[in-house]
């Protein structure tokens, strides 16, 4: 009797031993998963900066923090685990900076515990790449094109509409299936926020969102997986971003632009696109750029660092370094966008990058 | 203290009893026995009750998945309540969420999945079990088939995009419905293959424990091969092929990577079993990590609740069935 007590005891410490472990785990996952409450092991301890987010910035950032490392001695731990991860990793103060192809929404500014700013840190932009094996030259789209063959009423690749504009080209009567990302990602949000730019119809039926209800075609996750489906299949036309398709050698549309041009996807024409009156937050989507020679598909990637850097414990040696990096990568660090396909800053958002980063203070007072 | 008795003090009339060697020899090793014994006792103790705390453990992490589970979905819940279950609309732009696409997605690709795989699982199992058991080729089948088993998922996803995938598109055109290749069709075939050892494995096993005095009676009465495996073997294994057909399935329910690389991944209702769709994985893994909104992060919480529910549901239901056929 007295042994069935004893090991029902013992039973009973490890049941709540583990019940316990339970917990703790269990609130982990709730500040992941973008909650509001504080964890407080934050990126103060160790010699290395944290980030995370896009997976689209993370190319140019490796390259970026190896020649910054080499240069000045500081390693910076990036994380590509998606934008809206980087923003609840920023929220939980569980990284230094947080990486993301979208502002932050409403929501997401309310979860945050004091306010943060957006630093604009390089351009991207989504190109349309289709397969059409007997069609040699490059297809013209207008945004009306666009936004019917997504919406789903332009089904024919012979539909009048695309002949208007592409004079010459012998179309083929190939049913058009719309190839699209099917996980969330900042590519689909810089590529339905033009899309309900354009066009009124995409707007009310659809919207614009790192992940929306598609009203037609099928997903594909990743730009792989999007240009797995477009390769595969004749007929298939979906959005990647430009450099994934240039390193693929896919082929890709010229788009009409808000100025009336037919505009192929270049570093230079993404960067002409950013080279426009910019708000003093930078919070600005490019797409449907009033820039004359400019890509109507782009988009700035941000670094989203807090304004007050004085937190959970955070020396100022720390924020100083996270602001000379970052005032480093605006600059001299540009230099490695091209080689990589990222379009670099346009000069007017250079200057826009540098007041931002000085607003940033500690304990009040100005850093930079 | 001096405990020794003189050997010579004990008499015939005296048995029953023992004649103790009682030199202190003999009692030191007596002493080490019963502690022993008592080391013996404790190890049991503690070997038993590792077992018991290990088991607990499972079942207490199970019910704290569940209860994570549930606690997470409240936000959903509560902005949705049972309309999640029904609604056909997946809008994370407009936060309106319905669950029935994916649900219904993963149902069918499930069960296609397992209806295609079923014949090929059976005859693994009884061509192994019954006819024959040992050899080189035989053992080679088995490794193979419990290879498949072995193989990552993500190979199975490349595979099926890359080799299924225009092989279906070309049947979907001779067959004159819409020539996507990607769709409910192409992720159940791939699903089948994947889910066939389960069921093979255990089907040859269990085939190969029918107590051979019961073959050798039915042979005895003029069966045949084929009439022993319709009416000894499979009636006696039918609980056990029962439980891998299960095991299978929940295989099936759960694949997440394979699925997702050749479902189509579209939010709409399916149509036929070749149009493109979605399971409730594959919604999961691709749209977790961009969940930027609460209810939207909650809403996909939510499908892995109903995704363990129904998992939960079917097993019942599948013991159920086993218990029966073995009350037979």
């Known amino acids: 009797m007295k042994k069935n007590l004893l090991s029902l005891r013992s039973t009973l410490t490890v049941a709540a031993l583990v019940l316990g472990s339970m917990v703790t785990a269990f609130s982990l996952v709730s500040c992941g998963g973008g909650g509001t409450s504080g964890a407080d092991s934050t990126a103060s301890g160790g010699d290395a900066l944290l980030g995370a987010g896009s997976s689209f910035d993370y190319p140019l950032f490796s390259k970026q923090f190896d020649v910054y490392n080499q240069a000045n001695g500081l390693k910076v731990n990036y994380q590509s685990v998606g934008s809206g991860a980087g923003i609840s990793q920023l929220t939980a103060k569980t990284v230094d900076f947080g990486a993301s192809d979208a502002v932050m929404n409403g929501k997401q500014d309310s979860a945050l515990s004091s306010p943060a700013i957006h630093i604009p840190i390089t351009c991207g932009a989504v190109a349309l ?27 024919k690749w012979n539909d009048p509409k695309i002949a208007a504009v592409n004079k010459g080209v012998k179309l083929p009567s190939t049913a058009i299936l719309i190839a699209h990302r099917s996980d969330g990602s900042g590519t689909t949000n810089i590529f339905t926020t033009y899309l309900s730019k354009v066009s009124s119809d995409w707007s009310t039926k659809v919207g614009k969102g790192s992940a929306v209800d598609w009203p037609t075609g099928i997903g594909g996750k990743g730009s792989e997986g999007v240009a797995g489906t477009i390769k595969q299949t004749p007929g298939a036309i979906g959005y990647v971003e430009m450099s994934y398709a240039i390193q693929n050698k896919m082929p890709y549309a010229r788009v009409q632009n808000k100025a009336g041009n037919f505009i192929t996807p270049t570093i230079a024409s993404v960067t002409a696109a950013a080279n426009v009156q910019i708000p003093p937050d930078s919070k600005v989507s490019l797409t449907n750029t009033d820039a004359p020679d400019g890509y109507p598909i782009s988009g700035f990637s941000w670094v989203i660092i807090y304004k007050e850097q004085n937190y959970n414990g955070r020396s100022l040696d720390r924020a100083t370094k996270l602001l000379k990096l970052l005032s480093w990568m605006i600059h001299d660090g540009q230099q490695y966008s091209a080689a990589l396909n990222y379009a670099p800053l346009s000069p007017a958002a250079v200057n826009v990058a540098d007041a931002i980063l000085k607003t940033a203070t500690y304990d009040g007072k100005p850093i930079l | 203290m001096n405990t020794s008795v003189e050997n010579s003090g004990i008499t015939r009339s005296d048995l029953p009893l023992r004649v103790i060697n009682s030199t202190p020899d003999a009692i030191a090793k007596a002493k080490r026995r019963v502690k022993r ?127 299924l995938v225009p092989i279906v598109r070309s049947l979907e055109t001779s067959i004159g419905v819409s020539a996507i290749g990607q769709g409910i069709f192409t992720s159940s075939l791939v699903l089948a293959v994947m889910i066939i050892p389960y069921a093979a494995s255990l089907g040859r096993s269990m085939i190969q424990m029918v107590p051979s005095q019961f073959k050798e009676a039915a042979y005895g009465l003029g069966a045949t091969r084929w009439e022993v495996i319709r ?68 809403a996909l919480i939510e499908l892995g609740l109903v995704l363990f529910l129904v998992t939960v549901v079917i097993n019942v239901i599948g013991k159920k069935i086993i218990d029966r056929f073995t009350n037979d």
């Open chain 2, 231 to 298: 009416s000894v073997a499979l009636p006696y294994t039918k609980s056990g092929l029962f439980a891998g057909i299960l095991l299978s399935l929940g295989r099936a329910l759960g694949e997440t990577m394979a699925v997702t690389m050749v479902i189509g991944n579209t939010s709409q209702m399916p149509t036929s079993i070749f149009a493109p769709g979605n399971t409730m994985a594959s919604v999961i893994a691709n749209e977790f990590t961009e969940a930027d909104k609460p209810v939207y992060l909650s």
């Open chain 2, 37 to 163: 014994s008592f080391r013996q006792i404790r190890t049991e103790n503690v070997f038993r009750q590792t077992l018991l705390i290990i088991g607990l453990l499972i079942v207490i992490l199970v019910l704290g998945i569940l209860l994570t589970l549930i606690v997470q979905s409240l936000p959903s819940i509560k902005a949705l309540g049972l309309k999640y279950l029904w609604g056909t609309t997946w809008n994370p732009v407009s936060d309106v969420y319905g669950a029935l696409p994916f649900l219904l997605g993963t149902l069918i690709s499930s069960f296609l999945a397992l209806i295609i795989s079923i014949p090929f699982s059976l005859a693994v199992a009884i061509w192994l079990g019954e006819y024959y058991p040992k050899g080189w080729l035989p053992d080679f089948l088995k490794n193979t088939v419990e290879l498949i088993a072995a193989v990552p998922s993500v190979i199975y996803g490349f595979w099926a995009l890359a080799v």
């Open chain 1, 129 to 155: 790449s289709y397969n059409l094996p007997d069609v040699k030259d490059t297809l013209n789209l207008t945004p009306d094109i666009i936004a019917g063959m997504f919406l789903g009423t332009i089904t």
